[in-house]
């Protein structure tokens, strides 16, 4: 039986001359939590943006459950069951909390927006988007407008809505960033609740104690590159690693970052 469900092979992405993404190939395997990291501008979010559609690749290849996906649409990438969260939130700030996985709910249903509006009234998509938000445990602030959240009930929102889209793989980007430390316990609750439902999970992390937390394995890139790959403990002690994030001569901690 093949367990890979995700495989990206020599997938590169530039711009102009900027290689923001060069030859980087990993598999993430069926209910996998695979940590992608890497310093600022490593090229992650370029590989995000090319896994769920937003970008076509300037070359290699993405398999998605077995199909060749790479210069597939957003909504085509959505619909085969990849669901991912923004570094940068972004709900609709004037609705409330429910009606932003409503939206969501819609928008895989219908892929329009206008159709999706005429669910408002639907008791059994409000029943759906509510059990979503319960998951999240976000059920009691379903009233709420989003825009009046904190950032942690925000970014579990965010993970709400991709909920909405059933996916196998959910790509989180920076789910963690800017939460204080006992928020930081809830949402590594809700991702490994997620993965052990039979979630595959591609997590982008900046800090090192979450992703080594959390991940079965880790990729490191750097400058577009693939720097490393294994178990955490392993890849937190490869002197590449070690350079790359505390700079030559490096001999500190990565996992203290
Ligand atoms: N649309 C674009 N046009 C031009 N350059 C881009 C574009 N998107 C990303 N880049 C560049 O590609 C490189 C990789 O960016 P990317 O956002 O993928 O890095 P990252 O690892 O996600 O960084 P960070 O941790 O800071 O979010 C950077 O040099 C960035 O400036």
Same mark, same amino acid.
Not at 143 to 149: E, G
């Given at each position: 039986m093949n367990d890979v469900l995700l495989s990206v092979s020599d997938l590169s992405k530039h711009f102009g001359g900027l290689k923001a993404v060069d030859r980087v190939s990993f598999e993430l395997e069926k209910g996998e939590i695979l940590g992608l990291l890497g310093p600022n501008g490593a090229g992650k979010t370029t590989c995000f943006n090319m896994i769920s559609g937003v970008y076509t690749p300037t070359g290699g290849s993405i398999t998605f459950d077995g199909e060749r996906t790479d210069g597939k649409a957003p909504h085509d990438m959505a619909g085969l069951g990849i669901g991912r969260t923004f570094q940068i939130v972004k709900p609709f700030s004037g609705l409330t909390v429910l009606e932003n996985v409503v939206v969501a709910l819609g928008m895989r249903r219908y892929r329009s927006l206008s159709k999706t509006l005429g669910?408002? =009234?639907?008791r059994s998509v409000r029943d759906r988007a509510m059990e979503i938000l319960e998951r999240v445990n976000l059920g009691g602030h379903?009233?709420?407008?989003?825009?009046?959240?904190p950032l942690g009930d925000h970014r579990r929102l965010e993970i709400a809505r991709a909920l909405a889209l059933e996916p196998r793989l959910l790509l989180l980007d920076e789910?963690?960033? =800017?939460?204080?430390h006992e928020q930081i316990g809830r949402m590594e609750d809700l991702v490994m609740d997620l993965a052990s439902d039979g979630i595959s999970i591609l997590l982008i992390e900046h800090n090192m104690k979450v992703a080594m937390k959390l991940s079965r394995r880790i990729v490191i890139l750097d400058h577009g590159r693939k720097l490393a790959e294994g178990e955490p403990q392993e890849v937190v002690k490869d002197p590449k690693v070690i350079e790359a994030y505390l700079g030559k001569g490096g001999s500190g901690d990565v996992a203290s970052n």
């Open positions: 669910l408002w =009234g639907s379903a009233d709420r407008k989003a825009s009046v959240l789910s963690f960033s =800017g939460l204080r």
